[in-house]
């Protein structure tokens, strides 16, 4: 009908005024990668607490206020952002996901003494130094969470790239540490859902078509079965958590809270989390208190580099 019309043309220009100068797909993947360093440094306060001790300290948990076991200042993120940055610089480099660059990238942030680093980060890195491959030998052990904490910036330069190129370059950049199935169906798994949610998918179709495609083909990774609490590194109990918060929430605040509060590795269910919830309700979901909580550095670099990442997106030369 043509007031229908008219609506939709007068209520354009007021979404336009919060974010004169991006697009709506650049804002969403601002907000992808600031709800990841986000969720890291919300989540790192609890990093390795039980949901009792977190109740029995905070309440409830949900204020950026740094601490933790790593003794953190207020707003400091750990390796799930800074190596996802040292990944996202390596690939604008070159233009595309490169094994060698990725390698190189990881190496160079390890060097930087890292205020965390896993334990199957720092083995196959060491590795690489003497090997010099940089794809890690295939290892039913390494299905860690370190791999998909990372893969933010494969899915913003792949953007709109055939499925078949995405999940390559994601193969690559995740086995210089985790060589893995089900890192791998887990990483794919994430990318495919940023995408989905940046393309304005809603969260019904991107849980049928994504996350329940995932458990079909590996049923450990179910994740409504029991409500997850203290989950640990191990990639599986990351995405239940992760899945159980995002598909049963409906804001960026209630998403981040309900997985940080579940305690365990707190600060990558937050990260990944943060990135997927970012992907799907864009950067005026995040609440202005998280968003000036986050070091200023960090927020910056992350939105310079999703703005970048996002604009090599449909022309990676690989
Ligand atoms: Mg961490």
Same mark, same amino acid.
């Not at 953190?72 to 094994?99: F, N, P, R």
């Not at 203290?230 to 998403?255: H, K, M, R, W």
């Given at each position: 009908?043509?007031?229908?019309?008219?609506?939709?043309?007068?209520?354009?220009?007021? *979404?336009?005024?919060?974010?004169?100068?991006?697009?709506?797909?650049?804002?969403?993947?601002?907000?992808?990668?600031?709800?990841?360093?986000?969720?890291?440094?919300?989540?790192?306060?609890?990093?390795?607490?039980?949901?009792? +001790? %977190?109740?029995?300290?905070?309440?409830?948990?949900?204020?950026?206020?740094?601490?933790?076991?790593?003794? &953190?200042?207020?707003?400091?993120?750990?390796?799930?952002?800074?190596?996802?940055?040292?990944?996202?610089?390596?690939?604008?480099?070159?233009?595309?996901?490169?094994?060698?660059?990725?390698? +190189?990238?990881?190496?160079?942030?390890?060097?930087?003494?890292?205020?965390?680093?896993?334990?199957?980060?720092? *083995?196959? &890195?060491?590795?690489? *130094?003497?090997?010099?491959?940089?794809?890690?030998?295939?290892? +039913? @052990?390494?299905?860690?969470?370190?791999?998909?904490?990372?893969?933010?910036?494969?899915?913003?330069?792949?953007?709109?790239?055939?499925?078949?190129?995405?999940?390559?370059?994601?193969?690559?950049?995740?086995?210089?540490? @985790? @060589?893995?199935?089900?890192?791998?169906?887990?990483?794919?798994?994430?990318?495919?859902?940023?995408?989905?949610?940046?393309?304005?998918?809603?969260?019904?179709?991107? +849980?049928?078509?994504?996350?329940?495609?995932?458990?079909?083909?590996?049923? !450990?990774?179910?994740?409504?079965?029991?409500?997850?609490?203290?989950?640990?590194?191990?990639?599986?109990?990351?995405?239940?958590?992760?899945?159980?918060?995002?598909?049963?929430?409906?804001?960026?605040?209630?998403?981040? %809270?309900? !997985?940080?509060?579940?305690?365990?590795?707190?600060?990558?269910?937050?990260?990944?989390?943060?990135?997927?919830?970012?992907?799907?309700?864009?950067?005026?979901?995040?609440?202005?208190?998280?968003?000036?909580?986050?070091?200023?550095?960090?927020?910056?670099?992350?939105?310079?580099?999703?703005?970048?990442?996002?604009?090599?997106?449909?022309?990676?030369?690989?």
């Amino acid at each position: 009908m043509f007031w229908t019309g008219e609506l939709i043309a007068r209520s354009a220009p007021v *979404r336009r005024r919060f974010t004169p100068e991006r697009s709506a797909l650049a804002d969403h993947a601002v907000a992808a990668y600031v709800g990841l360093a986000i969720g890291d440094a919300l989540g790192a306060t609890v990093e390795f607490m039980t949901p009792n +001790e %977190i109740r029995a300290q905070y309440k409830v948990h949900e204020d950026i206020t740094g601490g933790g076991w790593l003794r &953190l200042k207020a707003g400091q993120v750990t390796d799930d952002t800074t190596m996802s940055l040292a990944l996202g610089e390596a690939i604008l480099k070159k233009g595309h996901v490169d094994a060698h660059a990725a390698a +190189e990238a990881f190496d160079a942030w390890m060097r930087g003494k890292p205020v965390d680093i896993g334990n199957t980060v720092r *083995r196959n &890195l060491v590795s690489w *130094r003497t090997s010099g491959n940089p794809e890690a030998p295939a290892s +039913e @052990h390494d299905a860690g969470n370190g791999a998909a904490m990372r893969v933010l910036p494969v899915a913003l330069a792949y953007y709109g790239q055939p499925p078949e190129n995405t999940i390559s370059a994601s193969r690559a950049q995740a086995h210089v540490t @985790h @060589h893995n199935t089900l890192s791998d169906a887990a990483c794919e798994t994430l990318i495919f859902m940023v995408q989905d949610f940046l393309a304005g998918r809603d969260a019904i179709e991107v +849980e049928r078509e994504r996350a329940g495609p995932l458990v079909e083909k590996f049923p !450990v990774f179910a994740w409504d079965r029991k409500h997850s609490e203290n989950p640990s590194g191990y990639i599986v109990d990351t995405l239940q958590a992760v899945f159980q918060s995002l598909f049963a929430t409906e804001c960026f605040e209630d998403c981040l %809270i309900d !997985v940080v509060n579940r305690g365990g590795d707190a600060d990558t269910t937050g990260a990944i989390a943060g990135m997927l919830a970012g992907a799907r309700y864009g950067l005026a979901a995040i609440p202005r208190r998280w968003l000036r909580g986050l070091d200023e550095l960090t927020r910056v670099r992350c939105e310079k580099q999703a703005e970048a990442l996002i604009s090599l997106a449909g022309s990676p030369s690989s």
